[in-house]
């Protein structure tokens, strides 16, 4: 896949409850994150945690293609505040910030609920950028090194 050089060529970003999604979306939802997390991360772990069936979805599309994804677990699915989860862009996509457009919008969505996120260790000034503060780490989970990051998330972004 080709990337234009600006950001107008894709889909605005598309919120979706699991419900909404449609099977082609599902499908390109765990390819995309199988992509990225098994196969170029190398992370040995099971991707379906059944979380997803609460959660809500952000993608932003190209040419009906799922390029960059996240979901928004509800609180106390995974930590007593909403979490974000599953951050994830196509590599051939990358380096167009369309992952800090996905978590601005979904954390605006909730302006004024605290955010919680085990986030992987090289990404923690890209997290601390948008608010997050370090409260825990760094730690190993899934054999990588992570921090817990918490956003008061009082203001929009």
Do not use: W
């Not at 979490?83 to 910030?97: C, D, E, I, N, W």
């Not at 899934?142 to 918490?150: G, K």
Request: aromatic share 14%; net charge negative.
């Amino acid at each position: 896949m080709e990337h234009p050089g600006y950001l107008n060529m894709f889909s605005d970003v598309i919120k979706k409850s699991f419900n909404e999604l449609t099977l082609e979306e599902l499908y390109q939802i765990l390819d995309l994150r199988n992509i990225v997390f098994i196969m170029e991360q190398k992370i040995n772990y099971v991707d379906t945690d059944f979380k997803d069936q609460y959660c809500m979805h952000y993608m932003i599309k190209h040419h009906d293609h799922i390029i960059a994804y996240l979901r928004v677990v509800p609180k106390g699915k995974k930590f007593n505040e909403y979490a974000l989860s599953r951050v994830v862009s196509h590599p051939q996509y990358r380096g167009l910030k369309l992952g800090e457009k996905l978590v601005k919008i979904a954390m605006n969505d909730y302006i004024g609920e605290p955010f919680r996120i085990s986030g992987q260790a090289y990404l923690r000034a890209f997290y601390e950028r948008l608010g997050f503060e370090v409260v825990k780490g760094p730690y190993i989970e899934e054999d990588i090194l992570h921090y817990e990051m918490v956003s008061k998330n009082l203001e929009s972004l």
